[in-house]
């Protein structure tokens, strides 16, 4: 896909990756739909900003009515609860799953006809290594991304025959507000490093983009015997 005279919506594009890849979109020669729950924390120029809670189907109604001409749908909103699924009460974890599951189909579901008038066009899904694996203390983030990377390779197969291009973005810690915090030491990935690895990603037409090196360990670790992956977490 190239990207130059292309449409672009972004979802959370307020900050961290999501504010990147508006931003890179419009310097590789986009139109660029920015939006976020609060508008008026999108400070982009050369963008147009729209309000949009992807948990409220209203409001997912009405960004699909107002950007008519998009061809790339970029699913970035997200939420870290910082909960288990075991010990405490279930609102956070549906929270998890209302933001990053069915927000992220409420939106396919929105601009599957949008792009299928406009040619097909392309679907990015920002997820995450947790959709591979667990860690304590974010199991209910884990589940939901697990079930959006489902959920992506479903929606692949059912856009086919519209030739919407469908990619799946893995990646491990990036250095943006929703790590800050975090009971993590490991290394973080410049966000700026994964909305080039996207962008580059979709120009290249390819269904997936695994982003660092953690994620790809990750993956190849999903052909072995689990214990060997958790160790010592399982005592």
Do not use: C
Not at 38 to 65: F, K, M, N, Q, Y
């Amino acid at each position: 896909m190239n990207l130059s005279g292309a449409t672009a919506l972004v979802t959370g594009a307020n900050r961290g990756i999501g504010r990147h890849l508006a931003a890179q979109l419009a310097e590789r020669g986009a139109k660029v739909y920015a939006t976020a729950r609060r508008p008026g924390s999108i400070d982009l120029p050369g963008v147009e900003v729209l309000r949009l809670d992807v948990t409220d189907p209203e409001s997912v109604a009405a960004a699909a009515a107002a950007a008519p001409d998009v061809d790339l749908l970029v699913n970035n909103a997200g939420i870290s609860t910082g909960t288990n699924l075991i010990g405490s009460g279930t609102d956070a974890i549906g929270r998890e799953l209302d933001t990053h599951f069915w927000g992220t189909l409420a939106m396919v579901r929105a601009f599957a006809p949008v792009l299928a008038a406009n040619g097909g066009g392309a679907i990015v899904n920002m997820l995450s290594a947790l959709s591979w694996f667990s860690y304590d203390g974010s199991n209910a983030y884990a589940v939901a991304k697990a079930a959006e990377w489902s959920m992506t390779n479903g929606i692949r197969l059912e856009l086919a025959e519209q030739k919407t291009l469908v990619t799946g973005v893995v990646l491990g810690a990036a250095d943006t507000d929703m790590m800050a915090g975090a009971a993590y030491d490991g290394p973080l990935t410049d966000p700026a490093d994964v909305a080039r690895a996207v962008l580059d990603g979709v120009e290249r037409g390819r269904v997936e983009v695994v982003v660092d090196e953690w994620s790809a360990h990750v993956k190849a670790s999903l052909a072995a015997d689990p214990a060997e992956f958790y160790g010592q977490a399982l005592g």
